[in-house]
């Protein structure tokens, strides 16, 4: 044999080692590629009914937001108008009121001073409360004589 017949023979087993791997290496990823379709079947199965679970879930959740959305606009609605009904009330018995009380305030200041000198006579403290005479320390003239 010469050299170049075995340099031939040498090229064409290592041509046939690397085609043994390459072979080997698609072998395996034919095997890779059956298991990821079984794999992606298997989820599908298990994905699509999830998937629908969670669509009637959000579709729930949809029609619960609009019946809470109708139930805040109900409640600022009571708002608005209790709102307004305190503003009425304010309006017409306030001022009212405030007058009232202003009156019923001047009308015992003064049946308390028109009292007052009738009760220097007698005692300056009637029942545990002073009168205003006595409360001012006596600055009142007495009278003149």
């Keep these: 044999m010469s050299g170049g017949e075995v340099a031939g023979i040498l090229v064409a087993v290592f041509w046939a080692i690397l085609v043994s791997f390459i072979a080997l290496a698609?072998?395996?990823?034919?095997?890779?590629?059956?298991?990821?379709?079984?794999?992606?079947?298997?989820?599908?199965?298990?994905?699509?009914?999830?998937?629908?679970?969670?669509?009637?879930?959000?579709?729930?959740?949809?029609?619960?937001?609009?019946?809470?959305?109708?139930?805040?606009?109900?409640?600022?609605?009571?708002?608005?108008?209790?709102?307004?009904?305190?503003?009425?009330?304010?309006?017409?018995?306030?001022?009212?009121l405030v007058k009232v009380a202003a009156f019923s305030y001047g009308v015992r200041r003064a049946i308390g001073r028109k009292a007052a000198p009738e009760a220097q006579q007698q005692s300056t403290v009637l029942a545990g409360r002073t009168l205003p005479s006595a409360r001012r320390g006596g600055r009142r003239t007495r009278g003149k004589g």
């Design 26 to 96: 698609l072998v395996r990823l034919a095997q890779t590629l059956k298991a990821a379709t079984r794999l992606v079947s298997d989820i599908s199965e298990q994905a699509v009914p999830l998937l629908a679970d969670a669509s009637a879930t959000v579709r729930s959740a949809n029609h619960q937001l609009a019946r809470v959305d109708s139930i805040t606009a109900d409640v600022q609605e009571v708002t608005a108008n209790a709102s307004a009904l305190s503003s009425t009330v304010s309006t017409a018995f306030g001022g009212p």
